[in-house]
Structure formats: C-alpha cells, structure tokens
C-alpha cells in the first residue's frame, strides 16, 4: 500500500506522469527508480526492519508505480498485480458468497469468464444490462447487491456507461462502484471525478504502451478499502515481479503524449472507416454519429485509440484483417504499434455465441488499436486493404 507524495497534488497531469510516486534513490541519487529485483530484505534485528520484510507484501519498484498511478487516477493508493484479470480477482476477494453485483453485459471477455465459470462457484452472482441505460442499472439492483462493475468504452462495441449516474444508483442502494478504466487511462477519463469507488485496469494495454508485458492495478481513495485489498494482496498474492513493475512505470512516464497521439490517429482512422463503410458500421465515441457522442465530450477528455467496424460476415473480416500490411492481427491493445482483431474469435472466443449475438459482437466485427505510427502510413494501409474487400 503506498501513498501518494502530497507535493504531488498542485501538478498537472502530465508532470505527475513523468513524476509522481518518484525520486531519486536515496543511496546513489539514480534519477530512475532502481529495479528491486529481490524477494528478501535484511533485518537490522529481531523485530527492527526498514519497512521491508518480504516482497510479496511490498517492493519498492512496485510502490513507486502504485503512487504513480494512484496519482494520476486522483486516488490515494495503488495495488499492482499480475494481470489485470489478477487485479479484479483480488478486488472481488473484497466481497463474500451470496453477494450480488450489477455489470455490464459488453465486456471485456475475460470478465464474464472469471465471473461465470469461477466466482459463481463461490457464491458470488452477476447479472449483466445494457449500462449505456442507468435505469437498467437501478431495475437489476437487489438488496443483495454490493456493486455495480462497468468498463466504458467497452471492449470492443464502444459503448459508454454514465458513471456519475452510476454511481449514484450504486451509492443509494448502499453499493460500490467498480470501474475498468484500461481504454481512456486517466488521461482522458477520470472516474473517481464521477463517483467512482474501485478503478482497475489491465496494466498490460495503454499504461505500459509497449506491448512487453502483462499486469493490472487496482486504485482507490479509501483508507478502509486500502486496507482490505492490501491485506488481500499480501494474503493471496498475485503481485507482479519488480521488472514487470519497472517497465509499467518507465511507460507511464510517457503516457500523456502517447495518448494524444493515440487520439489524434484514432479520430482520422475513424473518419476515414466512417467515410468508406458508412457511420454506422464504425464505432468510435469521438465520431459525432456516435449515439452517446455527448456524453463521451461530458464524461472523457479525449477518445483514444479503439475503433471498431463492422464488415459484415467472417469472410470480409478475413480478408481485411489478411490484407492489412501496417496494422497486426494480434489480440490485445494500446501499444505503441497499431494492431487488429476479430473479436468474436480472439479477445471474445469465451464469450458464449448466444450472448455475443445478443450484444452485437458478430462476426463482421472488426477492433483496431491504433497506434502512435504515421497516420498516413495507417490510412494508406486501410486503402490497400479494404481495396481488396
Ligand atoms: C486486457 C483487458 C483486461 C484483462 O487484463 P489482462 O492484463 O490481460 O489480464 C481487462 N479489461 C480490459 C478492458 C482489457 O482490455
């Protein structure tokens, strides 16, 4: 658990990027946070240690990301760990059998999967609406309920929650709200500006940018709920090793310009798919066409890199996605490098086929991750390839 520097607070948020939850080793002055690649610390005597006693509990390299990240998001305390599906498993250790909770139907695959097949085991138990309505939020709550769970944008419709409206609903009914911040970071979304009570992310995707590692965090402002999940995260430990840690941090750093320019890439791609395929195959919240495009200019200071078209059957989306020279078929997102998937077989093959009819996921589906190159090179490489479609 590691609280964030108060001399952080006047900064803007791209000093707090390069700074924030830093400073200079206090043995040799290095301006970088050392890698603390160790597992043990020594103790100066029986019961007298540093702070340190063993690394599961707690890493420097690792706090330093966490106050980095807490800082941004404008929580207090950071946990990281070893995936973002590691970081919402520890986060639902938070809760106990028979709790319900309210989610969000579009999400993340990997989500409902740990929901469905493992937490359900235990006793927990999900209902998943259509969030980009608050009042289905309200009519799925019970007196069981102990928190409303969203990811907005969604992965990989686009779809928007309202989260002040969220949270209020969640905050009535005596409930949390827990947010998947990984598509906007907080560069351009804020959610504990809304109400938020528990923000994660997959640390993999934008925070890190570079597409070298896997992880998640978990941020709060709570003292009660920091508490709680660091006795959670030492207890079960799914905590990242300190270079995994180093290397999140080493992208923060830079993860202001990294998402203006992701930004400014994702708008022209989505203008140019819009003008080739018609606005409303192309999902991009930036898009005026977009149906929730005024509460994205509410709720998000920037739309980012992830767009999605539908094609309209398996076969065009094969094509396309064979065709593409710039742009990778990979799964995963928010690198540097712009990639491109097929949902209904990559990022959402777990997700039952019935639901993902439901929630429009079908195979004509197609996700890019725009990344930081060229924009020209990037239109040019969905020139040749939709020529081929
Ligand atoms: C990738 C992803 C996750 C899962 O994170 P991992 O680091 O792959 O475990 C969760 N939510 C969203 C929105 C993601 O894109």
Known sequence: MSRIFDDDAPFALGTRAVHAGQRPDPTTG?????????????????????????????????????????????????????????????VMKLFKSGDHFVCAENMYGGTPRLFDRILVNFGLQFSYVDCRDPQ??????????????????????????DLGAA????????????????????????????????????????????????????????????????????????????????????????????????????????AWLSNRLGAERVFYPGLESHPQHELACRQMAGFGGMVSVDVGTRDKAERLTGALRVFTLAESLGGVESLVCHP??????????????????????VRFSVGVEDASDLLADLEGAFRGV
């Open 344 to 365: 209904a077989t990559m990022t959402h093959a777990s997700v039952p086929e019935e639901r993902r009819a439901r929630i429009g996921i079908g195979d004509g589906l």
């Open 30 to 90: 290095a301006i970088m946070v050392p890698l603390y690649q160790t597992s043990t610390y020594a103790q100066e005597g029986i019961g007298r240690n540093k702070g340190y006693e063993y690394a599961r509990g707690k890493n420097p390299t690792r706090e330093a990301l966490e106050r980095n990240v807490a800082s941004l998001e404008g929580g207090t305390h950071g946990f990281a760990f070893g995936s973002g599906m590691g970081a919402l498993d520890s």
């Open 167 to 270: 949270a209020g609903i969640a905050h009535r009914a005596g409930a949390l709200l827990i947010v998947d911040n990984t598509f906007a970071t907080p560069v351009f979304q804020r959610p504990f500006e809304h109400g938020a009570d528990i923000v994660y992310h997959s640390s993999t995707k934008y925070l890190n940018g570079h597409s070298d590692m896997v992880g998640g965090i978990v941020i709060v402002r709570d003292d009660t709920l920091a508490e709680r999940l660091q006795f959670i995260l030492n207890a079960a430990g799914a905590v990242p090793g300190p270079m995994d840690a180093w290397l999140v941090l080493r992208g923060t750093k830079t993860l202001h310009l990294r998402m203006a320019a992701h930004d400014a890439n994702g708008r022209k791609v989505a």
């Open 136 to 161: 289905r939020i309200a009519d799925a709550i019970t007196p069981a309920t102990r928190a409303v769970i969203v990811e907005t944008p969604t992965n990989p419709l686009m779809r928007l929650t």
